[in-house]
């Protein structure tokens, strides 16, 4: 079906013939009759199939009646990031040349002036992030009251990105009124409440099945070892034996692992930029318009470029990383092969990686072959460059410590003297061993007759005592120790007193000196009489 039976304007028409373009997509073939019949429509299909476009070509012949007041645009494209931004704001300008529409692009890295006196005077197409144009509301700059057709794409990846919160919200601040498209590679449950929240009646269109790749990119698998150095080498043989390699897109995890990569294919000679997320607007777009020209033939980027870039001259795409998330290998892949064109995708894979590989292989449906009939097991098991890596010890035994510092000394060495001889230590000291008389006498000569013999069979008598631990009370027995004639002690000269006799104690039978024993009755005939009478006490 060619673009002339779809109901586009004269005016799209003679813009799409000027691009070359004579056949649609089958995603652009079935979302463009019902976008202008003002359906509702949700669109699933996979990267490269013509989505933008799907959108971008209706959207210009409905927009060709009416004008935009201030401050108030006519339609919103949201996108998860700024290159997708700034790629369908290029969409517009290409297939809106005859027509005279104001589009402006709110995305970060840009002043709020020069985007607000875009807004003042008045926008039809408002191409925007989600941040940025929450932004812009908040500070009372902008109203989407005037919204007629709102576009959410790339769903799925403003659901990776956390954008979600943000997207309820904006659709909550646009009409109930407006027309909703609705574009998604795959479908989470996260985006089908989503869908079914926001979208009345939608048309579902599916151009393909979804998280599925393109026949038309060869596939294969790369075995590596898991050092860096090991991947960096693989990537560039990878590079250098590539067929018909025009240019080539190489997806890192990581930005750090990006800025490593770029800085090694420069020192090897290599054209390349790279592509991250801590990239200013101005880098971003400069690496971008280097690559597409031509003029760096390599571009290293993070999964920041892998949705939506649309560069139609792809050759090749470089895993360096297999990615965690199946969804983002067939987005990263998707990059290449796109309208009909041939490419090919190599994923380098270590021995780490082997899950991430079958989730992949999972989602797509089909094994992948691996380059040259190899696997894992050609990946060597120590590479020769490496740092050998030393055998963990089993518990309860040391590794040995190499000569050097810190070792034993030889004669330690070959006196038998060994770390791991030590006996363990207890809680209890019951059970440690204590040094005996004969162990301590053996050890030493001793003098027989003198005060110092004396002195060292007393401290030899005594068990060694250590700090924290009990000492043993028992004394060791005197057969095991040798007889050793005792050298006669000198009695001391000086005489001590004896101690003076204690005076015999009394025991105490009265509390005064001038009152009767307790025991005898009182003398009271010196009482006077009155005193001695009985006396009544009533009670109460």
């Not at 989470?188 to 099945?209: H, M």
């Not at 090991?230 to 897109?249: C, P, Y």
Request: with cysteine; aromatic share 4%; proline share 8%.
């Amino acid at each position: 079906m060619p673009f002339n039976e779809l109901g586009l304007s004269d005016k799209v028409l003679a813009a799409v013939a000027d691009t070359g373009y004579t056949e649609p997509t089958p995603i652009q073939a079935q979302a463009i009759p019902h976008i202008l019949a003002r359906r509702d429509v949700l669109g699933l299909a996979q990267t490269g199939t013509g989505k933008t476009a799907a959108f971008t070509l209706p959207m210009l012949t409905l927009l060709e009646q009416g004008r935009a007041r201030a401050r108030m645009p006519r339609t919103l494209i949201l996108e998860p990031t700024r290159e997708l931004a700034a790629q369908v704001e290029e969409n517009f300008t290409r297939y809106g040349k005859n027509h005279k529409l104001n589009v402006a692009l709110l995305i970060g890295g840009v002043s709020f002036g020069d985007q607000d006196a875009k807004l003042l005077r008045g926008v039809d197409i408002l191409i925007a992030t989600p941040g940025r144009l929450l932004d812009h509301v908040e500070r009372g700059r902008l109203l989407l009251s005037g919204i007629e057709i709102l576009v959410i794409d790339e769903a799925d990846r403003m659901l990776d990105m956390g954008f979600i919160p943000d997207i309820e919200r904006v659709c909550k601040l646009v009409p109930f009124t407006r027309q909703t498209l609705f574009f998604s590679a795959t479908m989470p449950p996260e985006i089908q409440r989503l869908v079914s929240q926001f979208l009345s009646n939608p048309v579902q269109i599916e151009a393909s099945r979804p998280s599925s790749t393109a026949s038309t990119i060869t596939q294969l698998l790369v075995p590596s070892a898991k050092e860096d150095f090991a991947k960096r080498e693989t990537l560039r043989g990878l590079i250098d034996n590539a067929e018909a390699l025009q240019n080539g897109i190489i997806f890192c995890n990581r930005k750090s692992e990006v800025a490593v990569v770029h800085k090694s294919l420069l020192r090897h000679g290599y054209k390349a930029v790279c592509l991250h997320g801590d990239m200013d607007q101005r880098s971003r777009m400069q690496a971008l318009d280097q690559f597409r020209t031509g003029e760096a033939t390599l571009l290293v980027a993070s999964d920041v470029a892998a949705r939506g870039l649309d560069i139609p001259a792809v050759s090749h795409v470089f895993n360096y990383d297999t990615p965690h998330h199946a969804e983002d290998y067939v987005h990263r892949i998707g990059r290449t092969g796109r309208a009909g064109r041939a490419g090919a995708a190599f994923t380098i894979v270590t021995a780490g990686e082997v899950k991430s590989l079958a989730a992949i292989e999972k989602l797509i449906g089909r094994p992948i072959d691996w380059k040259d009939g190899s696997g894992l097991d050609s990946v060597p098991a120590a590479d020769p460059r490496t740092r050998p890596t030393r055998e963990k010890p089993s518990r309860g035994e040391k590794p040995p410590r190499e000569k050097g510092r810190g070792s034993r000394s030889p004669a330690r060495e070959d006196a038998g003297e060994s770390r791991g001889a030590r006996p363990a230590r207890r809680r209890s000291g019951e059970d440690k061993p204590v040094s005996t008389g004969e162990e301590l006498v053996a050890a030493a000569p001793v003098d027989v007759g003198s005060e110092t013999a004396t002195e060292n069979r007393t401290a030899a008598a005594k068990p060694a005592r250590r700090r924290g631990r009990a000492k043993d009370t028992e004394a060791a027995p005197a057969a095991a120790a040798p007889a050793i004639p005792a050298a006669p002690r000198e009695r001391s000269r000086e005489k001590t007193a004896p101690a003076p006799a204690r005076a015999p104690v009394t025991p105490l039978t009265h509390r005064r000196p001038d009152r009767a024993p307790m025991d005898e009755p009182a003398d009271t005939s010196h009482l006077p009489a009155f005193l001695l009478r009985p006396v009544k006490i009533k009670a109460g």
